[in-house]
């Protein structure tokens, strides 16, 4: 059909794909650099887990091996037994950051709609206040609030634990609220409430639906900046509580390579598995963490 | 002064036809109108002819010179944005002399060129300001500055009118009529607003889905649409379809002598605007009778619907009809032959779409080489005539 | 219509962001606040049994006096500096070359995206097991027969460079900038305004140069200081990774909060109020410098 139609048209110029520029070869030659580029930058944040998966499943592991001599499975038979501290490590971080998560979210859910859809004065002000906790040390903040909650008998405690979670971890999730509510239309809600919709029902017909991504996409980062704290766990946990991070920790000073490296995977993993589902389920698309808007 | 060929030009974004098969010469030195709804391809020709996006099929050509090989950046194909797009980073003098310091300009000469080209613009004094603290219509004035600025061979300017309030609307229009007067740079203008292709431009070109409808001046597009479509985009309501026997043609409305336009016997839609219509004529040819159905008070005019037989005529009449004619009361209406314009009738698109398909059958190349084209204005009537008999296939 | 109620004060739209604000602005204020005031006045509170009574600046001359502290908070200052310049350069190059070459993939963006939910001691462990000197990177450097043995191959961990802690900072950081300009190179703002510059003249590094980084800088920097606070105060990777001489601050300070002894546990808050102050400040200059170089209309 084309070439008919080419063949009766005029004989001038033969419309080249302009796309191809003037040096196709040259254009095609550094697409593919490119992708070679990106290809070894992709492995190279891949390289680091490498080590830590061969030597899990290392059993006399000796320099210079490269591969272990054998291969198996003793270090994640140690690590996923029934008895294995691992268990009530894996519950406590779950446990601590699912309660931290939800109650952030209940907490932020209207910070993130005032600095969304508001402009008022003080707004940076507010913004810069939230971001503080972000930027000051974890462990100066476990250290100041220690003699507080020693008094009120919060260290060594779960409750104790969940609350200085939340000073990292309700900052991140208002601001990926603040930049959900900040697409939000406000007039769907009004529209809504013209036709006779209630508050409630304006929430659960027009607001959630609408705020959905970003309610999982601040869910994930929240439960993500608990899964891997360490110094305020440490600190207010005082042993007590025992999560994955801290377990690892006393593993790695304990001497088991093979154990430790089993125990570091175990603990990435489900952050992992998270990430894979968020990005390809929720977003679609690179979503900037830390509220940096 | 810079001609533009489009030969062929396509853009396609997978199975989507933004742009299908533009074939046309821009004149150089004048102000040529892509005119069209939204989303019918306007801005993706200007950005073609400006390189900013390759093209799927086709070329553009600067005097007969394939642009194919000419990056945006050497095309000096410049291309105003809707949202005037100034770096908010630079301040307004920064912007202005932006291409030039491209070029490898001195920042002296530069300061001197920007000084006189906002002045040009009307914003002397403003080179220290920031972008963010000039009003809408001045960044807009900045924009043209900007584009102004390093001589270009064509000037691109995509809507530039519609983000304005209404009252800065004329005095851009009059900067832009001026300074392309002046330069005789050859301009291209993206709107969707008829009146304002019809103010600036000296031809229009009439876009749909990514074809040509129609291209002429805007007197001919107004007087003599090429289609219903084209008619009823440029606010004709009143198409009536109808059979054509000589100089007479059967309406719904009657029987009317339509002297111009499509003359074979046969289907022929029948056009006439709302302004030509006579209330309450005196006599002559082609007066129908109907019931007036709505009244509209447009301010400057009252627009009217009557129905007349199973058909119903739109028209516009002075104020003062308001008073006289309320719904539901008889009126006579006459339809000025000189003001009815014959159409072919639509086949392929009964809608109104763009339908000119019995000329398409027979055409050898692309359908958007058989564009209608209006003769130029000082034709007389004779022409249209003999014209459209060279038409038929 | 003129009664006054509780629900027309709540509606009051000036009134309204504060009143939604208020959970959060009472839980961050009082954990967070409430822990820099309890840090300002267990700083300056006399330890029991000590001669003196009411105020005292002991605990910050104890500090003042510690030969190792400026040891301490120069390799502090070190490490936060360096991996932040290096997020920022790679995570930015990183950015612009995943614009070009990956389009909108979201495979790569997520496999770019990898080392971020990772836990940093996961990170410092990983990091270990590929440099250490028993690490992968030395054992194929034996198995080469580069090195003969563990000792012959460079300290990267546990070195005076603090290699191991730069690279774990600059493997979960570039992704976090990387992302943030990803997000910004994306937008249809940069994009358009690439498109006028083109249009104007401007070559492909001109257009860089003029108006893309102009473009996401702020954005970037903004996110540089989030880094640069992070690295500064982050604690379990240099007591993984570090040398026990110098210690990193936020070690220092973990290490006072242990210490037995009653005189440190002052020490221990008054360091980390300094700390928290530093980090502060330099975000505060940052932001202000982001927010001066763009006012954003």
């Known amino acids: ?218 869910a994930f980062f929240g439960f993500l900046v608990s899964w891997g704290q360490y110094a305020l766990t440490l600190v207010i946990g005082g042993g007590q509580v025992v999560t994955l991070p801290i377990l690892l920790f006393a593993s790695a000073s304990g001497g088991d390579t093979a154990v430790t490296s089993a125990l570091a995977i175990f603990t990435a993993a489900p952050a992992l598995l998270l990430l894979a589902v968020n990005a390809w389920a929720v977003t679609g698309r690179a979503v900037p963490i830390g509220g940096v808007r | 002064m810079t001609g533009i060929d489009l030969r062929r030009l396509s853009k396609r974004y997978g199975d989507d036809v933004a742009v299908d098969g533009l074939d046309r010469r821009i004149p150089p030195g004048r102000i040529t109108a892509l005119l069209g709804p939204s989303g019918c391809g306007k801005t993706t020709t200007l950005k073609l002819i400006g390189g900013l996006i390759p093209a799927t099929e086709g070329t553009v050509d600067f005097d007969g010179q394939n642009m194919a090989g000419v990056t945006a950046e050497r095309r000096e194909a410049v291309m105003v944005f809707q949202d005037h797009l100034l770096f908010p980073y630079l301040t307004v003098g920064e912007n202005v002399g932006f291409g030039l310091r491209m070029r490898g300009v001195g920042r002296r000469v530069r300061r001197g060129q920007v000084d006189t080209m906002l002045e040009r613009v009307g914003l002397p004094g403003l080179a220290d300001r920031r972008p963010q603290e000039l009003s809408g219509g001045q960044r807009q004035r900045v924009a043209l500055a900007r584009a102004l600025i390093i001589d270009p061979r064509v000037l691109l300017l995509d809507e530039p009118l519609t983000n304005l309030d209404p009252h800065l609307r004329d005095g851009m229009r009059e900067l832009i009529l001026e300074v392309q007067r002046d330069l005789q740079v050859t301009t291209v203008v993206v709107t969707h607003d008829q009146e304002e292709a019809t103010v600036l431009a000296d031809r229009v070109a009439l876009l749909f889905d990514g074809r040509l409808a129609q291209v002429g001046t805007p007197r001919d597009l107004h007087d003599r649409p090429a289609t219903a479509s084209v008619a009823r985009f440029l606010g004709s309501p009143n198409v009536l379809a109808g059979i054509r026997r000589g100089e007479r043609v059967a309406t719904p409305v009657g029987e009317l002598t ?27 040819p082609n007066i129908v009778h109907g019931t007036v159905r709505a009244v509209r008070d447009l301010g400057a005019r009252a627009r009217l619907v009557v129905d007349v037989e199973a058909a119903s005529i739109t028209l516009d009449a002075r104020p003062d009809a308001l008073l006289a004619l309320a719904v539901g009361s008889e009126v006579s209406l006459r339809l000025p032959a000189e003001s009815l314009w014959a159409m072919p009738a639509d086949h392929a698109a009964p809608d109104g779409g763009v339908g000119i398909d ?36 | 219509m003129t009664r006054v109620s509780l629900t027309t004060t709540l509606r009051d739209e000036r009134l309204r962001p504060w009143v939604l604000l208020a959970p959060t602005l009472i839980v961050v204020g009082g ?34 006096a ?9 390799l502090t200052v070190y490490l936060a500096t360096a991996s932040t310049l290096l997020a920022v350069v790679l995570g930015l190059g990183a950015a612009l070359l995943l614009r070009r070459a990956a389009g909108r993939s979201r495979l790569v963006t997520a496999a770019f995206q990898l080392p971020l939910p990772i836990p940093h001691v996961v990170g410092a462990l990983a990091v270990l097991a590929l440099l250490g000197q028993s690490g992968l990177v030395s054992r194929v450097a034996g198995a080469l027969g580069v090195v003969d043995g563990t000792a012959q191959f460079p300290a990267l961990v546990f070195d005076p460079w603090a290699i191991g802690i730069l690279v774990e900072y600059t493997w979960k950081e570039v992704p976090f900038i990387g992302i943030v300009a990803l997000a910004l190179l994306r937008s249809a703002r940069v994009r358009e305004h690439e498109q ?3 249009s104007l003249g401007a070559g492909g590094w001109q257009r860089l140069r003029h108006v893309t980084l102009p473009l996401v800088l702020p954005g970037v920097l903004s996110a540089a200081a989030i880094v640069f606070a ?59 410098l982001a927010r001066r170089r763009v006012r954003r209309d």
């Open chain 1, 1 to 218: 059909m084309a070439s008919s139609r080419q063949l009766m048209a005029e004989p001038t110029r033969v419309a080249a794909p302009a796309s191809a520029g003037r040096h196709p070869g040259d254009a095609a030659g550094r697409a593919w650099l490119r992708r070679v580029v990106v290809a070894l930058l992709l492995v190279t944040l891949l390289l680091p887990l490498l080590p830590l998966a061969v030597s899990s499943v290392g059993q006399g592991y000796f320099f210079p091996q490269v591969v272990p001599e054998t291969i198996g499975l003793r270090a994640l038979r140690l690590i996923l037994a029934p008895g294995a501290e691992t268990w009530p490590a894996l519950i406590d971080t779950v446990v601590l950051a699912g309660t931290v998560t939800l109650v952030a979210l209940v907490i932020a859910l209207p910070a993130g709609r005032a600095l969304g859809l508001y402009r008022f004065r003080g707004r940076h002000t507010v913004e810069f206040l939230l971001l503080a906790p972000v930027l000051v040390p974890p462990i100066a903040v476990a250290i100041g609030l220690h003699g507080a909650l020693l008094r009120v008998g919060l260290t060594g405690s779960m409750a104790g634990v969940v609350l200085v979670h939340l000073v990292p971890v309700l900052p991140y999730v208002v601001l990926v609220l603040a930049g959900t509510f900040a697409n939000l239309d406000p007039d769907y809600e009004a529209q809504a409430r013209s036709l006779g919709a209630g508050p409630v029902a304006v929430f659960r017909t027009v607001t959630l639906p609408a705020i959905a991504p970003g309610l999982a996409t601040a």
């Open chain 2, 258 to 284: 339509v002297p111009h336009g499509a003359l074979t016997d046969g289907p022929v839609q029948v056009v006439i605007r709302p302004e030509a219509v006579v209330v309450a004529p005196s006599g002559g």
């Open chain 2, 358 to 393: 019995h000329e398409h059958a027979a055409a050898p190349a692309r359908p958007s080489t058989d564009v209608p084209e209006s003769p130029p204005p000082e034709s007389p009537p004779i022409d249209r005539r003999s014209r459209t008999d060279i038409r038929r296939p």
């Open chain 3, 31 to 64: 954990l967070f606040g409430g822990a820099l005031v309890q840090a300002g006045l267990g700083s300056v509170r006399p330890v029991r049994g000590a001669a003196s009574s009411g105020v005292t600046l002991d605990a910050y001359r104890a500090l003042l």
């Open chain 3, 66 to 74: 510690d030969p190792e502290l400026p040891r301490s908070f120069a």
């Open chain 3, 196 to 198: 006028a510059a083109r």
């Open chain 3, 230 to 288: 992070f690295t500064f105060g982050a604690f379990e990777v240099p007591l993984l990774l570090g040398r026990s001489f110098p210690e990193a601050l936020p070690v220092v300070a973990y290490r006072h909060h242990v210490d037995v002894d009653l005189a440190s546990g002052p020490q221990a808050v008054a360091l980390s109020l300094v700390m928290a102050l530093i980090a502060f400040a330099c975000v505060g200059a940052a932001m202000a």
